[in-house]
């Protein structure tokens, strides 16, 4: 869920931006890497952070469920002489991955990468024609399947809350119609239908598809479970000490970022309308002030760390709590196995 979700800000400027990671000398500064550490990179992408975790002498355990990054990160892998450990897999999985005594950091930038978006073929920006896939791992249910196959209620719930399109309804009514005589294949197919639906006004920022677009990116990769089952594993994986860095681009993310922090800070909790609140300890403990924005000078050079958000917490040794996804109050959003069938 990045600050281009449907491919905009990355081209805004009259051509692709290469990929570069945002907030990196504050990432850096909160998970203070060093020589004899162990940190997890949830995210490896085009290994931004990993090459300075390993320029600070740590080793990197990373991840990644996209295939290309995997293939693309080989030569950073044969260069770090034994240090880093590249894995293909989703990082709700992390715990897995950490060694015996723990890790002693985990860093997760949340969101689709711009090396996926100018890749046409795989389907994230109607910027430029392509399959509409936007699969990250590259298998499973795509967004073609979604906008072909789900219901009108389900479109209409993941378009207005995903994407917090207010013209949800509408949208989802009319790829129902068109689906009918023809489905979906490109994603200028279904642009060109928002396009119509929804024209653009003069003092419109943004192309009418974006949001659209970025709600079938975030349900196709399940982006919002993921991280949320990723900060319960990093609570099992990190050992008292350890330091969990996140930075997300989207307010929906940051939602479950700041509520999970909150939720594990030990204060008290409960209803209101109880007399007595139930205090737990502590299984983390603010680093900083609080959320770190990016600065203008970074957002001016890289378009995507405009909406950038850091948050970071130390571990403390209370035991990990239950991984309750109730605490985060997401939406019941279609399956998407039954989406697949």
């Given at each position: 869920m990045a600050a281009n979700p449907g491919g905009g800000s990355t081209e805004a400027d009259g051509g692709p931006v290469r990929h570069i990671p945002v907030l990196l000398s504050e990432v850096v500064e909160a998970?203070?890497?060093?020589?004899?550490?162990?940190?997890?990179?949830?995210?490896?992408?085009?290994?931004?952070?990993?090459?300075?975790?390993?320029?600070?002498?740590?080793?990197?355990?990373?991840?990644?469920?996209?295939?290309?990054?995997?293939?693309?990160?080989?030569?950073?892998?044969?260069?770090?002489?034994?240090?880093?450990?590249?894995?293909?897999?989703?990082?709700?999985?992390?715990?897995?991955?950490?060694?015996?005594?723990?890790?002693?950091?985990?860093?997760?930038?949340?969101?689709?990468?711009?090396?996926?978006?100018?890749?046409?073929?795989?389907?994230?920006?109607?910027?430029?024609?392509?399959?509409?896939?936007?699969?990250?791992?590259?298998?499973?249910?795509?967004?073609?399947?979604?906008?072909?196959?789900?219901?009108?209620?389900?479109?209409?719930?993941?378009?207005?809350?995903?994407?917090e399109e207010k013209q949800a309804g509408r949208i989802a009514r009319a790829i129902e119609k068109q689906r009918a005589k023809e489905p979906f294949r490109t994603t200028r197919d279904l642009a060109g239908l928002i396009e119509v639906v929804t024209p653009r006004k003069a003092k419109d920022k943004i192309h009418p598809a974006t949001r659209v677009f970025q709600a079938l990116r975030i349900f196709v990769n399940d982006e919002l479970g993921e991280l949320a089952q990723a900060l319960f594993a990093a609570e099992r994986a990190l050992k008292p000490g350890g330091r969990l860095v996140v930075v997300t681009f989207h307010s929906l993310e940051d939602r479950i970022v700041k509520k999970f922090f909150s939720e594990r800070s030990g204060k008290a909790s409960g209803s209101r309308h109880l007399p007595m609140a139930v205090t737990r300890p502590a299984t983390f403990e603010p680093i900083g002030k609080g959320m770190v924005a990016a600065s203008e000078a970074e957002a001016e050079v890289n378009p995507r760390a405009r909406s950038a958000k850091l948050r970071a917490g130390l571990r403390t040794d209370a035991p990990a709590e239950k991984a309750d996804m109730s605490i985060f109050d997401l939406p019941d959003l279609a399956s998407l196995e039954k989406i697949g069938v």
């Open positions: 998970l203070e890497p060093r020589s004899g550490k162990v940190i997890l990179d949830g995210t490896f992408g085009a290994g931004g952070y990993t090459s300075a975790i390993l320029g600070a002498g740590a080793e990197v355990i990373a991840l990644d469920r996209d295939p290309t990054a995997i293939a693309a990160g080989q030569a950073l892998v044969d260069a770090s002489g034994g240090r880093l450990k590249l894995h293909h897999t989703q990082f709700s999985h992390l715990a897995d991955f950490a060694p015996e005594g723990g890790l002693d950091g985990v860093v997760l930038d949340i969101g689709v990468s711009s090396m996926q978006i100018d890749e046409a073929d795989r389907g994230f920006s109607f910027q430029r024609n392509g399959p509409l896939d936007m699969r990250m791992s590259a298998s499973g249910v795509s967004a073609a399947d979604v906008v072909n196959r789900a219901k009108v209620g389900d479109l209409i719930r993941i378009f207005g809350f995903l994407g």
